[in-house]
């Protein structure tokens, strides 16, 4: 299995999918996922693309350190495995957490990023918009919360594929505890105005974890931001409608690389 090894000794796991020649695409998870999340949506994104997916220190199959984390440590491993793929620049699109590393990239190291996909996401908790107050879930299914209602109801063994998919490659308690550390000590909200790449915004309606209403809320102050709505979907949009969400992500990929072509 491929590993890329940090200065610290943390090794990251990851895979490369579709053509060399496509331009690269990064996949960042969530807080907890790991590469098998994205299953059911690298094989439409790897066909024009070269994908790289990988877990996060703390995530699946890398190493879950027990140690201060802040949201430049997730953007620095990022970069780093650029660095050790040959890869000089690449879109991101992140997932929750991972569309915080994304953000912060954009913010950082601009010049490495062609473009950004926030999903289901926020700039920083402080003044994020919350949750839903009517989110209830039974406590012994809180996995619950990560779908639409409706979809949960109406496919069942959907979800418990997923549930026995993320079983495989358990976060310790430890590793979610720094994630959601170096998450409560960031905030981007001030620095919107700052980002300069291409951004798609993509949120489902019905997210329960991540109010709607931070997509609307990033995509009016992130400058040219395009704002996409998954009607019906939860937090995980795209385990419910992979066809749709994939289909809004490569169409606008296809315009970032079309426009930079027009400007080489």
């Given at each position: 299995m491929p590993f890329l090894e940090r200065p610290d000794g943390c090794r990251l796991?990851?895979?490369?999918?579709?053509?060399?020649?496509?331009?690269?695409?990064?996949?960042l998870e969530g807080m907890g996922g790991d590469v098998p999340g994205w299953r059911r949506n690298v094989p439409h994104l790897?066909?024009?693309?070269?994908v790289v997916a990988y877990d996060f220190r703390g995530n699946g199959r890398s190493d879950q350190p027990d140690e201060p984390m802040t949201m430049s440590t997730f953007v620095e491993d990022?970069?780093?495995?650029?660095?050790?793929?040959g890869i000089e620049?690449?879109?991101?699109?992140?997932?929750?957490?991972?569309?915080?590393?994304?953000?912060?990239?954009?913010l950082t190291r601009s010049e490495r990023v062609r473009s950004i996909v926030l999903a289901a996401t926020h700039a920083g908790p402080s003044r994020a918009a919350r949750s839903r107050t009517d989110a209830?879930?039974?406590?012994?299914?809180?996995?619950?919360?990560l779908y639409s209602p409706a979809f949960a109801r109406a496919h069942p063994d959907h979800v418990a594929?997923?549930?026995l998919v993320g079983s495989q490659q358990p976060q310790s308690t430890s590793a979610g505890r720094r994630q959601w550390e170096a998450m409560q000590a960031w905030d981007a909200w001030d620095r919107l105005s700052q980002i300069n790449v291409p951004t798609l915004v993509l949120h489902g309606s019905d997210d329960l974890l991540v109010p709607v209403r931070n997509a609307q809320l990033l995509a009016a102050a992130i400058p040219g931001a395009e704002l996409a709505?998954?009607?019906g979907a939860g937090h995980v949009y795209h385990s419910e409608q992979p066809e749709r969400a994939d289909r809004i992500v490569l169409d606008f990929l296809d315009r970032v690389d079309?426009?930079?072509?027009?400007r080489a």
């Open positions: 796991y990851y895979e490369l999918h579709g053509s060399p020649d496509g331009s690269a695409l990064v996949l790897s066909a024009p693309h070269r990022t970069m780093a495995l650029l660095d050790g793929l620049r690449a879109h991101l699109y992140g997932q929750s957490f991972g569309g915080m590393v994304g953000l912060e990239a954009a209830k879930v039974p406590k012994d299914r809180p996995y619950l919360a594929e997923d549930v709505i998954l009607d079309a426009a930079e072509g027009r």
